[in-house]
């Protein structure tokens, strides 16, 4: 049969994990064949200027060879930044026509594979070449999260396929199943063979044997927590694990995060008998992956809140790993469908606090932690948007008629309960009391002195 036109795959890419994921996928042949594949980088940071591109970063050309050609969105798309800008519907065919001339694309079949679909640079590609089949492929654990928003249906019925890694074996995504979309597990084989690739590239390290690495996180910038919860939360990981045993520390720090956060957590080591090494790999600081540090440092022990990179680090390479904060971010999360819900859920739920001695080293969930992750999984997803996931009200009555627990009531919101009709809500007949003053005032007596 006669090909008329040529195909080209148009691959987006803002981080470079994702880059390492999408090299793991197209590896392990998730992506059909194509005449062109294109790698579209884009840099989100909020300063872009300071802050190098995906493509400039340590490891990176150990990738390139997957690509035919590396573009910048970025400079596409100058002086607009990507998070904020799509075109306007009006300029939409300018923009496809500029897009075909810049990018040589002519009048190839254009087939596209996006992060976060609901983004900036992903909402904007999707929109400009608006008759291309998309694919949605994840890196992380909000894959297992409703999706945060109600999608366009122009846009979500061209979703073929979410590509995804096997973080919690077995777990089937909700992400994008309202437009029937069916997940796609990149084998993780495929996966740790690229990661192996980005270890392999010379980018100095500290000579530290077997320590607890602790994973630095971008909590206080978009208001999480406050930026003295966050430091405070950096000051637990090293008493954590030094309560644990371990004297030998390694500090990630988030690119974002000041640099005066390191020194308490210096001071608090040194108090307790313990060394801390702060991870600064120069300019961008802290930009090797926690997964190359598995590769070449084998920690005995990796604590961090909510990364997913805990998930990798206990799936993919059998380390040990130990949570801290997360009930904290349970309890302040807002709203309650706040897309970070079910990664801290399933952090949470499925891995051991770093103060639980017992649980760490059986490498178990602390005590009282949920086991069944999926009827979690399927009550808080409904909870998180129950208009684009009717269907699973019956499995969230399932569970919240028979697992409520002081544990697991951290994962719910007794008013969210309440306003959806659901079990462990407050009654009907008493909906009154939540609208009294004087019993709210009661409330707030009662909640200070309990304080």
């Not at 609901?118 to 929109?127: D, E, H, N």
């Not at 008998?273 to 440092?297: C, I, K, N, S």
Request: neutral net charge; charged residues 20%.
């Amino acid at each position: 049969m006669l090909k008329l036109s040529r195909t080209t795959q148009l691959l987006t890419a803002s981080t470079l994990h994702g880059a390492a994921t999408l090299a793991a996928a197209l590896d392990t042949g998730c992506f059909g064949p194509a005449d062109r594949r294109v790698l579209v980088v884009c840099n989100n940071a909020a300063v872009p200027e300071t802050a190098p591109a995906l493509d400039a970063l340590p490891g990176f050309e150990r990738l390139r060879g997957r690509f035919d050609d590396v573009i910048s969105w970025n400079g596409t798309i100058a002086p607009f930044h990507p998070s904020g800008w799509s075109p306007r519907p009006d300029d939409v065919p300018l923009w496809e026509r500029h897009l075909r001339l810049a990018w040589e694309l002519g009048d190839d079949e254009i087939e596209l594979a996006v992060e976060s679909i609901q983004a900036g640079p992903a909402m904007a590609v999707t929109g400009i070449f608006a008759g291309a089949p998309i694919d949605v492929y994840t890196d992380g654990l909000m894959s297992y999260g409703p999706t945060r928003d109600k999608l366009d249906p122009l846009v979500g019925t061209r979703v073929r396929r979410l590509l995804h890694l096997d973080l919690v074996p077995g777990l089937k995504p909700l992400l994008l199943t309202e437009f029937g979309v069916e997940p796609l597990v990149v084998e993780t084989e495929g996966y740790l063979k690229v990661l192996g690739e980005l270890a392999s590239a010379p980018v100095e390290l500290p000579s530290v044997e077997a320590p607890a690495l602790l994973l630095g996180q971008c909590l206080s910038a978009p208001g999480l927590i406050s930026a003295a919860q966050e430091e405070e939360l950096h000051l637990r990981m090293v008493r954590g694990a030094v309560a644990l045993g371990h004297t030998r520390l390694v500090f990630t720090p988030h690119p974002t995060a000041p640099a005066q956060w390191s020194r308490p957590m210096e001071e608090e080591a040194e108090r307790l008998g313990a060394e801390l090494t702060v991870l600064d790999t120069g300019f961008p600081r802290a930009a090797v992956l926690a997964e190359v540090l598995y590769e070449r440092m084998r920690p005995a022990l990796v604590v961090g809140c909510f990364s997913t990179a805990l998930l990798t680090a206990s799936a993919f390479y059998g380390l040990p790993v130990a949570r801290v904060g997360t009930e904290l971010l349970l309890e302040g999360l807002s709203p309650y469908e706040n897309s970070d819900r079910m990664p801290v859920t399933l952090v949470d739920a499925l891995l051991p606090e770093l103060g639980d001695r017992a649980a760490v080293e059986e490498q178990r969930p602390s005590d009282g932690a949920e086991r069944e992750v999926g009827a979690l999984v399927a009550a808080v997803g409904f909870a998180m948007q129950p208009r684009l996931h009717p269907g699973l009200r019956p499995a969230a009555e399932r569970y919240l008629s028979t697992r409520l627990t002081p544990v697991t009531w951290r994962y719910f919101k007794r008013r969210r309960l309440t306003s959806l009709g659901l079990p462990g809500g407050v009654p009907a007949r008493l909906s009154f009391l939540s609208r009294s003053a004087a019993v709210r005032r009661v409330v707030r007596r009662a909640r200070s002195l309990r304080r």
